[in-house]
């Protein structure tokens, strides 16, 4: 038997200027128990702030807050559209792409977040695939709002507000890893390892319990949560978070090819951005 374990409460530092901010959590600071995320990203930009970026041998979750002006995404497979608030896309990079994001008018503001997950060794071999997704609606139990933005066999994503004094319970499978970040207010996540204080910007991940869990969290005041769950991929992963393999041959090969172009690119001509094919 295993009992759950729980990560230490981290706050992650907000980095950016006047026209973008982006907070940065890295699964290098939970002792394995956010697997299968290599992290993620929560940003805000008003501009074409943010260089277009190589990702390969993962899959990336991109989701727009409520409220957010909506953001122009462009990467190398031929994807080109305009994600609405309370919407997301699915992008399976497989051997290879680059993507662009911004606003869709400057001085408009997009914010959301961006799940980096590792995938199985087979997958960092695909072929890129990207999917589309209009907004996914909220359902209210009470005064929990909850809007499931992926629920599959292998992990589940969902953005929840509560409002004070109120709870939510989740059941966490048997091997399972969670991720809980509070985006603002005040909770505590009762767990059978005990009870656990989040404030507005922190981050707190939990998992390898032999047996399903449940999980209560309860808001101190109106809250917004962000609640990842999977089973953990348990496979070694060379190089960085958006270019994530399974050998330190594999990666070199991938850097080559982003290089050499085989993942093609997107430049800024004339105040806009150019996709250019990946090469052969």
């Given at each position: 038997?295993?009992?759950?374990?729980?990560?230490?409460?981290?706050?992650?530092?907000?980095?950016?200027?006047?026209?973008?901010?982006?907070?940065?959590?890295?699964?290098?600071?939970?002792?394995?128990?956010?697997?299968?995320?290599?992290?993620?990203?929560?940003?805000?930009?008003?501009?074409?702030?943010?260089?277009?970026?190589?990702?390969?041998?993962?899959?990336?979750?991109?989701?727009?807050?409520?409220?957010?002006?909506?953001?122009?995404?462009?990467?190398?497979?031929?994807?080109?559209?305009?994600?609405?608030?309370?919407?997301?896309?699915?992008?399976?990079?497989?051997?290879?792409?680059?993507?662009?994001?911004?606003?869709?008018?400057?001085?408009?503001?997009?914010?959301?977040?961006?799940?980096?997950?590792?995938?199985?060794?087979?997958?960092?071999?695909?072929?890129?695939?990207?999917?589309?997704?209009?907004?996914?609606?909220?359902?209210?139990?009470?005064?929990?709002?909850?809007?499931?933005?992926?629920?599959?066999?292998?992990?589940?994503?969902?953005?929840?507000?509560?409002?004070?004094?109120d709870t939510a319970t989740y059941q966490l499978p048997a091997g399972w890893n969670a991720t809980i970040h509070l985006l603002e207010g005040a909770v505590r996540v009762q767990t059978s390892s005990g009870g656990t204080e989040l404030r507005s910007g922190t981050t707190v991940a939990m998992g390898q319990s032999s047996v399903a869990e449940r999980l209560l969290v309860e808001a101190h005041e109106q809250s917004e949560v962000l609640f990842f769950s999977g089973a953990p991929i348990g496979e070694p992963a060379f190089g960085s978070e958006t270019m994530s393999?399974?050998?330190?041959?594999?990666?070199?090969?991938?850097?080559?090819?982003?290089?050499?172009?085989?993942?093609?690119?997107?430049?800024?001509?004339?105040?806009?951005?150019?996709?250019?094919?990946?090469?052969?």
């Open positions: 038997m295993h009992t759950l374990k729980v990560s230490k409460v981290i706050s992650a530092p907000t980095m950016g200027n006047m026209d973008y901010s982006v907070v940065t959590v890295r699964a290098s600071s939970f002792e394995g128990l956010m697997d299968p995320l290599l992290g993620f990203e929560l940003f805000r930009m008003r501009a074409r702030t943010f260089r277009p970026r190589p990702f390969a041998g993962i899959s990336i979750l991109t989701y727009l807050f409520d409220g957010s002006a909506a953001c122009h995404l462009l990467d190398t497979t031929g994807t080109d559209c305009l994600l609405q608030p309370g919407g997301f896309v699915w992008a399976i990079a497989g051997k290879g792409l680059v993507r662009a994001a911004f606003p869709e008018e400057t001085g408009a503001v997009s914010a959301g977040v961006q799940l980096l997950l590792n995938v199985h060794a087979e997958g960092k071999q695909s072929e890129p695939q990207v999917a589309v997704n209009s907004a996914v609606p909220r359902n209210a139990d009470g005064r929990v709002y909850t809007r499931t933005v992926m629920d599959t066999t292998a992990a589940a994503f969902r953005h929840i507000h509560i409002a004070r004094s393999m399974s050998s330190t041959e594999e990666l070199g090969k991938v850097l080559a090819d982003y290089e050499e172009g085989k993942m093609g690119f997107i430049t800024l001509t004339a105040g806009k951005w150019q996709i250019i094919p990946p090469t052969k």
